[in-house]
Antibody, heavy 120, light 108 residues
Framework: QVQLVQSGAEVKKPGASVKVSCKASGYTFTSYYMHWVRQAPGQGLEWMGVINPSGGTTSYAQKFQGRVTMTRDTSTSTVYMELRSLRSEDTAVYYC?????????????WGQGTLVTVSS | EIVLTQSPGTLSLSPGEGATLSCRAS???????LAWYQQKPGQAPRLVIY???SRATGIPDRFSGTGSGTDFSLTISRLEPEDFAVYYCQQYGSSPYTFGQGTKLEIK
């Protein structure tokens, strides 16, 4: 069965970086793009960007340009999202979500989420 | 960027009743690339409807989606207890992909 298993919760200080992983199984890793979406406490969903695991190409929301990097490791079917220069407003649950075969496709399966807390 | 506005913010209904949730876009959504997700407390979102009107795998036929251009809706006929959740619409026709602010469907 399809699984997207994310890394555990993180607590970071302002100015630090965090790297969240999302390990895929149960399907062909390179056939699905992987998006990252975050949700601040009690708030809605915010798209951060997407990576094509096949070639590694990425597209980021302008809000996060320069602060986020998405990478992948095809040998372990894992994608990573690194967010730098953390501030308190980055406290949120971060989700990975896959979409089949292209940029403009719905997200058919989501990871369980990773809580990142930014606090001094 | 396309802004999605959902209404109402909260909908209070009883099991067995029907629900209609609305999602309005600030500009036309390309190729009707509009999805609906259901989220329950402490859980990840779950795809309900994609392409405006196609049900995702495992979604019962009491869920239906309609719309085009800038106006979309999700209808749930005969609410079941497990349907009470927050629903988000999302457009994926242009980048950045955007979500509505959500409609909370609560038990009356």
């Amino acid at each position: 069965q399809v699984q997207l298993v994310q890394s555990g919760a993180e607590v970071k200080k302002p100015g630090a970086s965090v790297k969240v992983s999302c390990k895929a199984s149960g399907y062909t890793f390179t056939s699905y793009y992987m998006h990252w979406v975050r949700q601040a406490p009690g708030q809605g969903l915010e798209w951060m960007g997407v990576i094509n695991p096949s070639g590694g190409t990425t597209s980021y929301a302008q809000k996060f340009q320069g602060r986020v990097t998405m990478t992948r490791d095809t040998s372990t079917s894992t994608v990573y999202m690194e967010l730098r220069s953390l501030r308190s407003e980055d406290t949120a649950v971060y989700y990975c979500a896959r979409s089949f075969g292209g940029w403009y496709v719905h997200f058919d399966f989501w990871g369980q989420g990773t809580l990142v807390t930014v606090s001094s | 960027e396309i802004v999605l506005t959902q209404s109402p913010g909260t909908l209070s209904l009883s099991p067995g009743e029907g629900a209609t949730l609305s999602c309005r876009a600030s500009q036309s959504v390309g190729s009707n690339q509009l999805a609906w997700y259901q989220q329950k407390p402490g859980q990840a979102p779950r795809l309900v409807i994609y392409g405006t009107s196609s049900r995702a795998t495992g979604i019962p036929d009491r869920f239906s989606g309609t719309g085009s251009g800038t106006d979309f809706s999700l209808t749930i006929s005969r609410l079941e207890p497990e349907d009470f959740a927050v629903y988000y619409c999302q457009q994926y026709g242009s980048s950045p992909y955007t979500f509505g602010q959500g409609t909370k469907l609560e038990i009356k």
